[in-house]
């Protein structure tokens, strides 16, 4: 069954600090796609990131880089020089490729960046 | 505007009776879906609509949940004889390309239901 853990329910920065989401998935499927979103404040979801199961070349994207490694199963989040706006819970999904229509979140990690 | 539209932001309903919420997607986006996320958990799937194809309802958790799309337009997602486990955020989502693997999925900031 696909499954995906985010076990850090929160995490309190200084800003400026770096900070590491983790996020560890479960999945039969060969083909899957993995995904982080944030959701500030207002509700609203934000898209950050979307890779695929064969593509495990790391992204860097600004402050934000993301570290796909499937041997452990894990498509960790970094955000570098942590900012008061990064402040948000961050959800990493999982959509396999057998059952397109659906994206699995995790539980989310709540974010806080202290100025 | 030109995001997802969604209302009311918030209800506040007495157990057993219905509630009706909207999703008012992005023009021109062909796949719609309705997660719930309750407090502190993540966003669980209900249901997806594809254009003009038969919705996919399997995440749709008893049958007091239903939901409409007409075409590529306005959906709603009704609850009938609510419950107090039915208080939860509920999001709507629209994506210009079917399947929730081929890309972004635009999100609304969600209606709040509270069962009294």
């Known amino acids: 069954a696909q499954k995906v853990t985010q076990a850090q329910t929160e995490i309190s920065v200084v800003e400026k600090e770096d900070v590491t989401l983790d996020c560890v998935y479960e999945?039969?499927?060969?083909?899957?796609?993995l995904f982080w979103y944030k959701q500030p404040p207002s509700g609203e979801l934000v898209f950050l990131i979307r890779?695929?199961?064969?593509?495990?070349q790391n992204e860097i994207s600004g402050r934000y880089s993301w570290n796909f490694q499937k041997s452990t199963s894990s498509f960790n989040f970094t955000i570098t020089a942590s900012q008061v706006v990064d402040s948000a819970v961050y959800f990493c999904?999982?959509?396999?490729?057998?059952?397109?229509?659906?994206?699995?979140f995790g539980t989310g990690t709540r974010l806080t960046v202290i100025p | 505007g030109a995001g997802v539209s969604q209302s009311p932001s918030n209800k506040v309903t007495e157990k057993g009776k219905d509630v009706e919420l909207r999703c008012d997607p992005i023009?021109?986006?062909?796949?719609l879906y309705w997660y719930r996320q309750r407090l502190g958990q993540g966003l669980e799937f209900l249901i997806y609509?594809?254009?003009?194809?038969?919705?996919?309802k399997s995440g749709l958790p008893s049958d007091r949940f239903s939901a409409e799309r007409t075409g590529e337009s306005v959906s709603t997602l009704t609850i009938q004889r609510t419950q107090q486990e039915d208080s939860a955020v509920y999001l709507c989502?629209?994506?210009?390309?079917?399947?929730?693997?081929?890309?972004?999925?635009?999100f609304g900031e969600g209606s709040r239901l509270t069962v009294l």
């Open positions: 999904a999982l959509s396999e490729a057998s059952g397109a229509n659906n994206l699995f």
């Open positions: 890779r695929n199961s064969f593509d495990e």
């Open positions: 023009s021109g986006h062909t796949a």
């Open positions: 609509f594809q254009g003009n194809s038969a919705p996919d």
């Open positions: 999945t039969r499927d060969t083909t899957y796609y």
């Open positions: 989502a629209s994506s210009l390309t079917s399947g929730a693997n081929t890309g972004e999925l635009f």
